[in-house]
């Protein structure tokens, strides 16, 4: 899935929880060895793909990944199986955000077929009654190791007013072209890389999606060239570029030079 | 929309193959690469995820030993633990921070904060924070869920003054309220652990686990004082600090998991600590029940109009009272970006002193994206905004601002504004009361696709002037009529914000001290404010005995 990664097998780990990983303040006692755990980027990779089949609201897929990558700086990690956690990210951040679209039910079926895509889609039987219901619990689990925090602010509100003032502006451009769909996918996309998302400022962050899916259809606006100034102040064309590159670089692994 | 991402990576090599070295100047490489990436059908949307992952999993599912370490860990408790923190300001290691396996207790006590003078603890004296041994000491076991063996004070030992962890620097050390009676077992637990050790995250839970937080057996459940939707609120008494709490019991379906309700309340009020917010002491889960441990409040402002003698008229002060600190409460909410939804006398909580605290914020949400719809099923029929009622989906902070109006307004008469059971009676209330909104002057309901039916519907009953606001409120202060005036707009944007309410000249009377509060003091700290006596002749809205007759029909 990645350059470094090779192909795109990838071995996830199951649940290994005994008896001495509940001493999860201990690293010792884990038996996982990093070799062994997925990255981090594969799981929001997962949250991503996993909300995209559930419909979910974009803004679920993003405060699932934070709330996963809040995870990742926990011990909990260590010791249960990291895609059960970013499924129970994904029902906690639905539920936090009002996401009414998605039930317990479909999460696990969701990130069951996209974890065992070969084999059939899941019976009603009792091996997902036991998964339902462990995830239930695992909802839990989680929403105490994060303290029931679960609150983010995402740049999408920015981004809306941004599209919005830019429609009124140039109104054939946004028919021609699907930019608006285009912004929010590309926003997403950047959350495989949530250090990016939290470091810059949401200002920041919307300017260099709308500025690259812009310049992707070969867009201008028109008799101003440089809009992000209008947009915020600290903005120029130098940062844009740099934050645009990352993007380019870091989330989609293309490599200018 | 289908993911990007999957659909880029997997053309990225064809897409990309042909692009080498290009001595083009930055921006223009940046550019030719997006514009390559799209042309290279990356941003195709796919119906369908293509599988990624080629090697069918050994497992994904929770095994059962997951299931128990769920359980082993919900019975730890869950711990609201900034709570306590917050209170009491004890510079403490609450991050984890990776334990050596040897601890010299030399290098612990190096950057232990906490660390308190250089006596070496005595594993078996334990002392009561009076200095007298816990045999005698007032902090007993009696009550405690976990009765501990009494523990016998080795006086042999006792060479040297070494209270070292008695209960008040226990409570120190956890970060805990002074307040708290903690159990003998505790206090003997950990001084028999070496404790100038780094107080890890684990063993603080632990210590809390053990004194009590999370625990059912903790608190005492007394009486059923209300039964809402998705929960049932009970009075109890912690057995910890001997106060009254209430405890708010959310009945889990086994289907769902955590109700989504419980989920925001509990996000949101953990992020609020202001003295006219109602404050969240404990979270407890179990198998079957939610429960939220909430700090008890007498009434509610329903019941506290209720069980004012004189039916028809609350002191005018009091009034003021109780709206400043609605609309301090709310103003911090709003400042957080979290929205009420829900404002109803119900939910206002009085204390007995005449603090007013807001509660039920389990519609409420923190705003974000605008795109969102929000459900339409948020406020109570009769303090919900026209806006709102005709199927408006532009939240804002002034959602709330109407049920404020209907609140002050209810004050101040004694009686709701608008009491209906269905939307279109609500409608036709407020329109007939408020008068007929204007095109101009009201776009938003006037623009509503379902205004006309409503407007044709109950504009006029034949009652007519009697049923203005201004006919209503006729004896009302003149303040506090413009002030309502300006809660009950028909457009959401002309609608005073809580902020700017307390400003106001109706609460300009109140002692200059209260505009210069912290968020978590009492606007009854500042001299000079207090609850009324209710039924005081002098401070009435009015006085006319015609008048009351009038109101009696």
Known sequence: MSNSDGDDGCEIVAVVAGPSTSSSDDPSTSNLSSK??????????????????????????????????????RQIVKCICNYSLATACILIASKSEEDSAVRIRDVVNCAHRILNPDEPAMEVDDTFWTQRRSLGRLEFVVLRELSFETYFEHPHQLLSIYLDTLVSWMPQEFEKFPIKDEVFSVLRDCYVIPEFVLEHSKESVALAVLSLVLKGHNITVPSCRDFYTIFSKHMTEKKLRLLEEEILQDVYYQRLK | MELFLVSLLDTRRRAFSSLGTSSAPDDEKVKAKTISCFQGQLFKLKSKCAPIVSQPYRTWSLSDSMSQLADRLAADGIIVEEDCALRNPVPEPRHHRPKPRTHSMYSSRMYHPTYYGDAVVQESCVLGSDGESVEVSPCTSDQMPNSAPRYVVNVKMRQKPARKWSEEEIQKRLSLPADLRL??????????????QPLTRKNRRASLSEIGFGKLETYERLERLGEGTYATVIKGRSLLTNKFVALKEIRLEQDEGAPCTAIREVSLLRNLRHANVVTLHDIIHTDRLLTLVFEYVEKDLKQYMDSIQDRYYMNLKNIRLFIFQLLRGLAYCHQRKVLHRDLKPQNLLVTARGELKLADFGLARAKSVPTKTYSNEVVTLWYRPPDVLLGSTDYSTHIDMWGVGCILYEMAKMRPLFTSVSREEQLGFIFRTLGAPDPDRHPTI???????????????????????????????????????????????????????????????????GVFQLKDDESVLTVPGVKLEPERTDESRISTLPAERSFLQK
């Open chain 1, 36 to 73: 062994e755990t997925p990255r981090p980027r594969r799981i929001y990779e997962f949250i991503i793909r996993c909300c995209i089949r559930l419909e979910a609201l974009n803004r679920t897929a993003c405060t699932s990944i934070l709330l996963m990558k809040r995870l990742y700086e």
């Open chain 2, 183 to 196: 159990p003998v077992s505790v206090l003997e637990k950990l001084n028999k652990a070496p404790l100038d």
């Open chain 2, 446 to 512: 006037c623009s509503s696709p379902e205004f006309p039916n409503f407007f044709r519907q109950c504009y006029d009953d034949g009652l007519g002037q009697k049923r203005r606001l201004e006919y209503m409120c006729r004896e009302f202060d003149k303040r506090l009529f413009d002030l309502l005036r300006r809660f009950l707009q028909y457009e959401g944007r002309d609608r005073m914000s809580a902020a700017e309410a307390m400003e106001h000249s109706f609460l300009r009377v109140l002692p200059p």
